[in-house]
């Protein structure tokens, strides 16, 4: 009653089998020689026919719910419950270490109450998850939806499952579902054409829905310090160009600018490697680019690499001098976390290179963030926009019973407040419901404080929700009452970074590369940037002298790939271009 196809352990069992016998029960025994793919005799006249029926829903109605007017067992969109006699829906899913089991939280037993839906949950810790999923994807044993495809160690994993899986049919194509059943996904895509653009695959379907997020609580960059440092040196004018910059450190590191009676203890500017404030403050001000480490626009839309531009060089020579003059922290490079931050809450360091939340609670000082700056080779204030979306965050696969309802479900996830159905939006999945879980703190609705026995997001994840990357439209730009630290960080994020996110001179985050294209790319991008670290530390504290090496330095990146993985990016930013129109 079987038939047995043996391959060799090489040949990829998803591209080789599944692709052709989409919406089968295929079972994989595999040994390190081999893998065994088991099928039943009479359903392989199936595998001729291309397509599952399943797969071939392709975003339109099944189930007897065929059309946004309310047929069969799913009701008009805008009305609820979305169907009127229960169903279930099995969902699989990454939960964080530690988390409950999602069938505990409040969210998901009031939205089966809203809308007639019940969950069978099947989630695995964020760490075990990848292996699971893959494992219940090849074996045919998986939900109807997946929701936070999410792994602690490969960013790209979910666009690379809806690429692999969306192509199958194993995950459906909501490009017609979308139109027809979600108001708020479509409003959301029209509104952010840059959102619809990352959801959009390579070939030019939606398979996954993403987490969107703007929050008043994210930063640009993370170059705070105390204004009382500032006062007590005698400055009175946060610096806006990298030589005002430079004066001012100078006057840290000269005076007694912690003001403890101890002139030689005071660090003027500290951070933990090249990956924070030196990437996102320091080297922009130099380049006129966002990112300063990687891949970005010139004001031509044409690829850069910001480390190997001769602007690069000025911003390596500026930094040496901060190292050699005793001003940048001769530590930056070889300290941890936790011996930064032990400096920092001393109230040893001046540019402190993190939130001012770092700083020890009972902070009243002042903390000011300085703005983007400028200098000698560029006169325009630069921030990079801080990430907003992450993809992949919901699929509806080709086992779902009723993918009407399914999106109907998920489109209640993008709802703003004004249309919210019963206080659910995607406002509540990160704070929970208003008036009951939290509340603003007067009508201007600036800032929010938590409503006992809630006390903060712990709470929250708790017995709430999932308050991060669950699928959804997050836009709240209101503070956390009740915590002065984070209310001035804030506060200065919005006056001297937020004005400056620049958008255009930055390669979008979320553009898609063909299989070819990421094999061969992230192989040449990762000893790229170890290369561009190992230099650049060299170069500022004074290793490798920066003239006479700034040569030898730009043909060992071309050596690396550099040409090679320019093209790359050149052909994913032209297939973006063409998606976000």
Same mark, same amino acid.
């Given at each position: 009653d079987y038939c047995f196809i043996i391959c060799h352990a090489s040949v990829e069992p998803k591209s080789a089998v599944v692709s052709l016998c989409q919406g089968l029960s295929v079972h994989f025994a595999c040994t390190s020689h081999t893998y065994c793919v088991f099928i039943h005799i009479s359903m392989l006249a199936a595998c001729g026919g291309g397509s599952s029926s399943s797969a071939a829903v392709s975003g339109s109605a099944a189930s007897g719910s065929a059309s946004a007017e309310g047929t069969g067992n799913v009701t008009p969109v805008g009305e609820y419950p979305i169907v009127n006699e229960p169903i279930t829906f099995k969902i699989m899913g990454a939960k964080d270490p530690g988390a409950p089991d999602w069938s505990e939280l409040e969210v998901f037993q009031r939205l089966s109450e809203i809308t007639n839906i019940n969950f069978e949950f099947e989630v695995s810790e964020t760490g075990t998850w990848p292996e699971q999923k893959n494992i219940a994807l090849v074996g045919g044993e998986y939900g109807d939806i997946i929701l936070r495809d999410k792994s602690a160690t490969d960013a790209n994993m979910a666009v690379t499952d809806e690429e692999t899986y969306g192509p199958q049919g194993i995950f459906l194509d909501l490009t017609d579902l979308i139109d027809q059943y979600a108001p708020n996904i479509k409003a959301m895509m029209e509104k952010y054409p840059d959102v619809k653009a990352a959801m959009t695959s390579m070939d030019g379907k939606i398979y996954g829905l993403p987490y969107v997020f703007h929050t008043a609580t994210v930063q640009g960059h993370t170059a705070f310090f105390s204004e009382e440092w500032m006062k007590n040196v005698g400055v009175d004018k946060v610096p806006e160009t990298t030589d005002e910059l430079y004066d001012m450190l100078v006057a840290f590191k000269e005076q007694d600018a912690n003001g403890n009676g101890d002139p030689s203890d005071e660090i003027p500017f500290t951070c933990v490697g090249l990956t924070t404030t030196i990437r996102d403050l320091l080297i922009p001000a130099f380049t006129g680019l966002p990112d300063g480490l990687s891949f970005n626009l010139d004001d031509e839309g044409k690829v850069v690499y910001a480390p190997a531009t001769e602007e690069y060089?000025?911003?390596?020579?500026?930094?040496?001098?901060?190292?050699?003059? /005793? *001003?940048?922290?001769?530590?930056?490079?070889?300290?941890?976390?936790?011996?930064?931050?032990?400096?920092?809450?001393?109230?040893?360091?001046?540019?402190?290179?993190?939130?001012?939340?770092?700083?020890?609670?009972?902070?009243?000082?002042?903390?000011?963030?300085?703005?983007?700056?400028?200098?000698?080779?560029?006169?325009?204030?630069?921030?990079?926009?801080? *990430?907003?979306?992450?993809? /992949?965050?919901?699929?509806?696969?080709?086992?779902?019973?009723?993918?009407?309802?399914?999106?109907?479900?998920?489109?209640?996830?993008?709802?703003?407040?004004?249309?919210?159905?019963?206080?659910?939006? +995607?406002?509540?999945?990160?704070?929970?419901?208003?008036?009951?879980?939290?509340?603003?703190?007067?009508?201007?609705?600036?800032?929010?404080?938590?409503?006992?026995?809630?006390? /903060?997001?712990?709470?929250?994840?708790?017995?709430?929700?999932?308050?991060?990357?669950?699928? +959804?439209?997050?836009?709240?730009?209101?503070?956390?009452? /009740?915590?002065?630290?984070?209310?001035?960080?804030?506060?200065?994020?919005?006056?001297?970074?937020?004005?400056?996110?620049?958008?255009?001179?930055?390669?979008?985050?979320?553009?898609?590369?063909?299989?070819?294209?990421?094999?061969? +790319?992230?192989?040449?991008?990762?000893?790229?940037?170890?290369?561009?670290?190992?230099?650049?530390?060299?170069?500022?504290? +004074?290793?490798?002298?920066i003239e006479s090496g700034w040569e030898d330095y730009l043909a060992s990146l071309e050596k690396i790939g550099l040409a090679e993985l320019t093209e790359i990016k050149e052909a994913a930013l032209a297939r973006w271009n063409e998606a976000i129109q």
């Amino acid at each position: 009653d079987y038939c047995f196809i043996i391959c060799h352990a090489s040949v990829e069992p998803k591209s080789a089998v599944v692709s052709l016998c989409q919406g089968l029960s295929v079972h994989f025994a595999c040994t390190s020689h081999t893998y065994c793919v088991f099928i039943h005799i009479s359903m392989l006249a199936a595998c001729g026919g291309g397509s599952s029926s399943s797969a071939a829903v392709s975003g339109s109605a099944a189930s007897g719910s065929a059309s946004a007017e309310g047929t069969g067992n799913v009701t008009p969109v805008g009305e609820y419950p979305i169907v009127n006699e229960p169903i279930t829906f099995k969902i699989m899913g990454a939960k964080d270490p530690g988390a409950p089991d999602w069938s505990e939280l409040e969210v998901f037993q009031r939205l089966s109450e809203i809308t007639n839906i019940n969950f069978e949950f099947e989630v695995s810790e964020t760490g075990t998850w990848p292996e699971q999923k893959n494992i219940a994807l090849v074996g045919g044993e998986y939900g109807d939806i997946i929701l936070r495809d999410k792994s602690a160690t490969d960013a790209n994993m979910a666009v690379t499952d809806e690429e692999t899986y969306g192509p199958q049919g194993i995950f459906l194509d909501l490009t017609d579902l979308i139109d027809q059943y979600a108001p708020n996904i479509k409003a959301m895509m029209e509104k952010y054409p840059d959102v619809k653009a990352a959801m959009t695959s390579m070939d030019g379907k939606i398979y996954g829905l993403p987490y969107v997020f703007h929050t008043a609580t994210v930063q640009g960059h993370t170059a705070f310090f105390s204004e009382e440092w500032m006062k007590n040196v005698g400055v009175d004018k946060v610096p806006e160009t990298t030589d005002e910059l430079y004066d001012m450190l100078v006057a840290f590191k000269e005076q007694d600018a912690n003001g403890n009676g101890d002139p030689s203890d005071e660090i003027p500017f500290t951070c933990v490697g090249l990956t924070t404030t030196i990437r996102d403050l320091l080297i922009p001000a130099f380049t006129g680019l966002p990112d300063g480490l990687s891949f970005n626009l010139d004001d031509e839309g044409k690829v850069v690499y910001a480390p190997a531009t001769e602007e690069y060089k000025e911003f390596l020579k500026y930094a040496n001098k901060l190292y050699s003059e /005793g *001003l940048l922290d001769p530590e930056f490079s070889t300290q941890t976390a936790q011996q930064w931050q032990a400096k920092v809450k001393a109230d040893q360091c001046g540019i402190y290179s993190g939130s001012p939340t770092t700083l020890d609670p009972s902070t009243t000082a002042q903390q000011l963030s300085l703005p983007p700056l400028t200098s000698a080779t560029n006169d325009e204030k630069v921030v990079k926009q801080p *990430l907003y979306m992450y993809p /992949g965050r919901a699929f509806i696969t080709d086992k779902c019973s009723d993918p009407v309802a399914a999106i109907r479900l998920l489109d209640m996830f993008y709802a703003t407040e004004e249309d919210a159905v019963e206080g659910f939006s +995607g406002l509540t999945t990160f704070v929970g419901w208003e008036g009951e879980h939290w509340e603003y703190t007067d009508d201007t609705k600036t800032a929010y404080s938590w409503i006992d026995p809630i006390t /903060g997001f712990s709470d929250i994840n708790k017995t709430v929700s999932v308050n991060m990357e669950l699928p +959804g439209l997050l836009e709240f730009n209101a503070m956390p009452a /009740g915590s002065p630290l984070m209310e001035m960080k804030c506060e200065q994020v919005a006056e001297m970074q937020a004005p400056y996110y620049n958008i255009k001179n930055a390669y979008p985050q979320n553009a898609r590369f063909t299989a070819e294209e990421s094999e061969r +790319g992230n192989v040449i991008e990762n000893d790229l940037y170890t290369q561009v670290l190992m230099m650049t530390t060299k170069f500022i504290v +004074g290793d490798t002298d920066i003239e006479s090496g700034w040569e030898d330095y730009l043909a060992s990146l071309e050596k690396i790939g550099l040409a090679e993985l320019t093209e790359i990016k050149e052909a994913a930013l032209a297939r973006w271009n063409e998606a976000i129109q």
